[in-house]
Nanobody, 127 residues
């Protein structure tokens, strides 16, 4: 069982920045693929970013590429999402996800590949 706890969501003006963090339980955290998804009201969860075992194995949605950066600290069992140049369309609940069965390489981007989800943190970007 993996528990994920997100933090860092808040109200911010367009053009601003936020840093989301996720703390994970589990002794083999370094072997998990970790991802961030978001869900706006009335919509399906949308892939945002993911990171594999190594920091250079990252994957981003086209809508956030160049603005968001995912990173991980295996010593602290945390994954972060640095979000810059925020837009109103980034408004959503952001979920941290974990794939303990990940076998290496580039991380997956399908929601069904991630077995564990946090409760989410609300990000609201005002225009």
């Amino acid at each position: 069982q993996v528990q994920l706890v997100e933090s860092g969501g808040e109200l911010v003006q367009a053009g601003g920045s936020l840093r989301l963090s996720c703390e994970a339980s589990g002794r083999t955290f370094s072997r998990y693929a970790m991802g961030w998804f978001r869900q706006a009201p009335g919509e399906e969860p949308e892939f945002v970013a993911a990171i594999g075992w190594r920091a250079d194995y990252t994957h981003y949605a086209d809508s956030v590429k160049g603005r968001f950066t995912i990173s991980r600290d295996n010593a602290k069992n945390t994954v972060s999402l640095q979000m810059n140049s925020l837009k109103p369309e980034d408004t959503a609940i952001y979920y941290c996800t974990a794939d303990p069965g990940f076998s290496g390489g580039y991380p997956p981007s399908l929601s069904t590949d991630y077995d564990y989800w946090g409760l989410g943190t609300q990000v609201t970007v005002s225009s």
